[in-house]
């Protein structure tokens, strides 16, 4: 025995010795002596325990009312009397423990019927009663009292009524009840008196009751007709039973499947949920990764951007030389078609002084050769004349030499500045191909920078 069934057992004892005290009765000893035998059984049997003495019945009445352990009652034997089994069936009203109660051999009459119908109407766990060898049938009042009993009860599944002198009026009654019954499933009439009157009563009954299996009728006197028709009918709700069964098996495999399939979804959805889970985790890390690259390529593309920034000024500053440089070698060049210009004037100067002094050689040759036809003889006379006009023309020639001597350096200071503006534009392109390549290169590692770092 458990300590739990033990517990229970003890407190059965405590509850009926507290009756009995409250009662001023003495307990009696067989009924204690039967609790220490119990064991692992939760079947309380008092058969054949002389349980006559009213009082007794109330004690017993109050353990079973407080009882949740005991599921079989057997009082078989007891010379219980009506109102002691009044007692019981009154105490098990609010029992929700006890399933069969065995009340054989009693000589129970129509009262302690009526409080068993009573008890069928208020009690939901009392699936058996056994009342053969009693006198339920002595009078109708106490048939057609469980026969009432039966119209609003669906858990009891048997009733044992043999040897109840039951009459053919008591068989018109039960028939009454089973009629409108749902529960019960085996009626146990043996050697009763119902008779022709109540055999038919009984096959019309089971016409429209489909829940009874079994009804034993032996010994009552009844038509092999009406024994035919109750056969037929109880075979019609075995089978119909059975495939209430089959049905009921199949609904509940079917529940099974049901319940596994839904298993199985539950712990699918569940494995999604958690794979779901760390993927979304996952992600959410992953996020916070790109995040932080994120705001880090931010940070980079700033300082790009600030580099970009400096190396637009040092264009923009590149620039500004280039076109001071644009705007010199301009003004050289102007400088050099000035310069050009005035070395055309210079030439053009040149050519008219060297015409000019030609045609004085040529005029003063004409008037010398003129001056040798006409005065040669003055030759002699006239030396001092002539060496003037050779120092005038030395004079010229030098002058023109020396005009000479300035177109040639003028010359070359046009050639040193245009040298001077080819070395320029050389370095200002270099310096532009260096800058733009430079550029290139910072925009070119940027870019492979973002892209591994997006990859």
């Known amino acids: 025995m458990s300590i739990l069934q033990h517990n229970a057992v003890e407190k059965f004892r405590a509850i009926y010795l507290s009756a009995c005290k409250d009662n001023r009765i003495d307990p009696l000893y067989s009924i204690i002596d039967l609790l220490h035998g119990v064991h692992a059984t939760e079947t309380l049997d008092l058969s054949s325990v002389n349980l006559s003495d009213r009082s007794t019945t109330l004690a017993l009445g109050e353990a079973l009312r407080a009882d949740q352990f005991f599921a079989t009652v057997v009082l078989a034997d007891c010379y219980l009397s009506d109102s002691g089994c009044t007692n019981i069936a009154n105490a098990l009203k609010g029992n929700r423990s006890v399933t069969a109660l065995e009340l054989r051999g009693n000589n129970l009459k129509s009262d302690a019927a009526a409080a068993l119908a009573d008890l069928l109407r208020a009690n939901s766990s009392i699936a058996r009663v056994g009342l053969e060898w009693n006198s339920v049938g002595l009078w109708d009042v106490g048939v057609k009292a469980l026969a009432d009993a039966l119209l609003f009860n669906s858990t009891l599944a048997e009733l044992d009524l043999r040897n109840n002198r039951i009459g053919p009026q008591g068989g018109v009654v039960l028939a009454a009840g089973l009629r409108k019954n749902t529960g019960l499933m085996k009626l146990d009439l043996r050697w009763n008196n119902i008779g022709l009157i109540g055999g038919r009563a009984l096959a019309d009954a089971l016409r429209g009751n489909y829940t009874l299996q079994t009804l034993d009728a032996t010994g009552n006197d009844i038509p092999e007709e009406f024994m035919i028709a109750i056969d037929v009918a109880l075979n019609r709700n075995r089978e119909n039973m059975m495939h209430r069964e089959r049905h009921s098996a ?145 004079k010229q020639m030098r002058a023109t030499d020396e005009r000479t001597i300035e177109l040639q350096a003028a010359r070359e200071a046009i050639m040193v500045e245009q040298l001077r503006v080819r070395h320029a534009e050389e370095r200002l392109a270099a310096d532009r191909e260096a800058l733009l390549h430079r550029h290139q290169e910072a925009l070119n590692d940027a870019k492979r920078d973002y892209e591994s770092r997006v990859a």
């Open 250 to 394: 199949k609904s509940m495999q079917l529940e099974q499947d049901l319940r596994k399939l839904r298993d199985e979804h539950d712990n699918y959805v569940q494995m999604r949920t958690s794979e779901l889970d760390r993927t979304l985790s996952t992600f959410q890390e992953r996020e916070s990764q790109q995040i932080d690259e994120f705001r880090a390529l931010q940070g980079q593309y700033t300082d790009l951007k600030d580099q970009l920034l400096d190396q637009r000024k040092v264009h923009f500053e590149l620039e500004t030389r280039i076109a001071e440089e644009l705007r010199a070698r301009s003004l050289a060049e102007l400088q050099v078609q000035q310069l050009e210009e005035a070395l055309k004037t210079a030439r053009s100067d040149v050519s008219l002084v060297l015409e000019r002094m030609q045609d004085d050689v040529r005029r003063e040759r004409q008037v010398r050769v003129d001056l040798e036809e006409q005065h040669r003889s003055d030759l002699a006379e006239r030396p001092q004349k002539i060496m003037d006009l050779e120092e005038q023309l030395t």
